[in-house]
């Protein structure tokens, strides 16, 4: 045995000796080893999922049951997508999770600091150039007003925006919009970022390049992303996980990880295997809907 080892397993299991002061609770991390003798560090559990979707079912007033039994555990920082054909309940999810609404049965658990939103139209303030709509949301925060100046400034440049801060939404494109409207999200400065076909209006171009930011923004800030879509290709490009929601009712009809998600591009052939395996899934919930 190593003294190091020696030192470890003394550590991690005997008690104090007499006249020794008291030590204080810590937490056991060594376990048992095959050999009896070399300590072994414990698997750390896992942390508490940021949103916890469980047994979720909404129908709106006497209506058809729209979401049916939906559950679903997001990590911290983990980047989810979730796909489904039109109608078939994604944004009633997304408000569910953005605590716009209740489920009829069920439980979501969300971070106490909430979750910002961010839907397909930018809905920025016509009257107010990119900063000032920045600002408000850092005012409404309660960012001193001294602070606010420069800290829209730098969320305009963490979305590529510095140059068009003093221009107002009309003098924007539709993707500069977005943009603005992701650095507002941003500036709410909450865990949970939930995302509604954000880029579904902008040309593929533009799209194309939003995903090379947002995927940035991601990395740079650790938040937790929930992003609906029903464009395949834009799930399997960005997500680390596709959930796929079946229609009338939604439910869970698939899950895909992604390993391996650094210098994905959607051109890259692994986007395309994947959109192939999912558009075909989500081909059979279409029929299974049809029959
Ligand atoms: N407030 C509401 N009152 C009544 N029915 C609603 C309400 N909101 C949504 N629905 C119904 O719930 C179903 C799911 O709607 P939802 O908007 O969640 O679909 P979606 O998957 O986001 O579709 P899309 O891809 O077209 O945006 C639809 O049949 C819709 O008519
Ligand atoms: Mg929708």
Redesign the pocket.
């Not at 489904?84 to 999810?93: F, I, N, Y």
């Given at each position: 045995m190593t003294s190091a080892s020696r030192q470890a397993r003394g550590a991690a299991s005997s008690p104090s000796g007499d006249g020794a002061a008291p030590r204080p609770a810590v937490p056991n991390l060594l376990g048992p080893s095959f050999d009896g003798v070399t300590p072994v560090l414990q698997p750390t559990p896992p942390p508490p999922p940021a949103v916890r979707i469980d047994g979720v079912s909404k129908r709106?007033?006497d209506?058809p049951l729209?979401l049916d039994d939906v559950a679903l555990d997001i990590a911290p920082g983990e980047f989810v997508c979730l796909l489904?054909?039109?109608?078939?309940?994604?944004?009633?999810?997304l408000n569910l999770i953005a605590g716009l609404d209740r489920p009829t049965s069920g439980s979501i658990q969300t971070p106490a600091e909430g979750s910002s939103v961010m839907f397909q139209e930018s809905a920025l303030m016509p009257w107010l150039t990119a900063r000032k709509n920045v600002e408000l949301a850092l005012r409404l925060r309660g960012v001193p007003r001294g602070e606010r100046r420069e800290k829209a400034l730098a969320l305009l440049d963490t979305v590529n925006l510095a140059d068009a801060a003093e221009k107002r939404p009309h003098e924007l494109s539709g993707g500069m919009r977005q943009r603005v409207a992701l650095a507002r999200a941003l500036a709410q400065d909450r865990p949970v970022l939930l995302m509604d076909?954000p880029f579904a209006a902008l040309d593929a171009i533009t799209r194309d390049l939003l995903h090379e930011e947002l995927e940035r923004v991601w990395r740079a800030t650790g938040r937790t992303i929930v992003f609906?879509t029903?464009n395949v290709r834009e799930a399997a490009r960005l997500g680390q996980r596709v959930v796929l929601l079946s229609s009338r009712p939604?439910k869970v009809a698939g899950e895909w990880r992604i390993a391996q998600t650094v210098g994905r591009r959607i051109e890259s052939p692994e986007v395309a295997a994947l959109s192939v395996e999912i558009t075909e899934q989500l081909r059979k919930e279409i029929r299974r809907n049809a029959a």
């Open positions: 709106f007033g209506g729209v489904g054909a039109s109608g078939c309940g994604k944004s009633t999810l076909e609906v029903h939604g």
